[in-house]
């Protein structure tokens, strides 16, 4: 099995959630919240973590709406996402994370922790929600998940 480093990310306004995986890229943990402060500041925090962990691949979840397209969040998180992948010089690739906040935020409640006090807690498993299913899809003989017109390249950012 080849090794993988990727970083999963729950892009928000004011917090992102950031998840790594294994280096069998089976399991992914959640590491920890960036509380948004500036794009180069952002930078800054995810240069210092995609280097220590030699990080191959941004994985981004993407906010479809319910009926499947792409609205207003999702275009916002794809342009921070393809500015993220052109400064630290790494491909991107998304995964829909519909309702991967709400998972978290049951997965808070089990533990019985208030989910208004832990809102960078459930930003950081809804990271790595994401980043899992990533792994799951890539994992699977299925066809990989589709992005609708968006080839993500460096070069186009």
Same mark, same amino acid.
């Given at each position: 099995?080849?090794?993988?480093?990727?970083?999963?990310?729950?892009?928000?306004?004011?917090?992102?959630?950031?998840?790594?995986?294994?280096? $069998?890229?089976?399991?992914?943990?959640? /590491?920890?919240?960036? =509380?948004?402060? +500036?794009?180069? #500041?952002?930078? %800054?925090?995810?240069?210092?973590?995609?280097?220590?962990?030699?990080?191959?691949?941004?994985?981004?979840?993407?906010?479809?709406?319910?009926?499947?397209?792409?609205?207003?969040?999702?275009?916002?998180?794809?342009?921070?996402?393809?500015?993220?992948?052109?400064?630290?010089?790494?491909?991107?690739?998304?995964?829909?994370?519909?309702? $991967?906040?709400?998972?978290?935020?049951? /997965?808070?409640?089990? =533990?019985?922790? +208030?989910?208004? #006090?832990?809102? %960078?807690?459930?930003?950081?498993?809804?990271?790595?929600?994401?980043?899992?299913?990533?792994?799951?899809?890539?994992?699977?003989?299925?066809?990989?998940?589709?992005?609708?017109?968006?080839?993500?390249?460096?070069?186009?950012?």
């Amino acid at each position: 099995m080849q090794k993988i480093s990727a970083l999963g990310l729950d892009v928000g306004s004011k917090r992102i959630g950031v998840a790594g995986c294994d280096g $069998t890229g089976l399991i992914s943990t959640g /590491l920890f919240t960036i =509380e948004r402060a +500036s794009f180069e #500041e952002d930078v %800054a925090q995810l240069r210092e973590l995609v280097e220590q962990r030699e990080v191959q691949i941004l994985v981004v979840g993407l906010p479809y709406t319910m009926d499947g397209t792409l609205g207003h969040q999702a275009r916002k998180v794809q342009k921070f996402a393809r500015r993220l992948g052109f400064a630290l010089q790494l491909p991107v690739e998304y995964t829909d994370e519909r309702l $991967t906040s709400v998972e978290a935020e049951e /997965l808070i409640k089990t =533990e019985k922790r +208030s989910l208004s #006090e832990n809102k %960078a807690l459930i930003d950081r498993k809804a990271a790595a929600l994401i980043l899992q299913q990533w792994l799951d899809e890539r994992r699977s003989p299925k066809q990989p998940f589709n992005h609708p017109s968006d080839s993500d390249s460096i070069i186009d950012c």
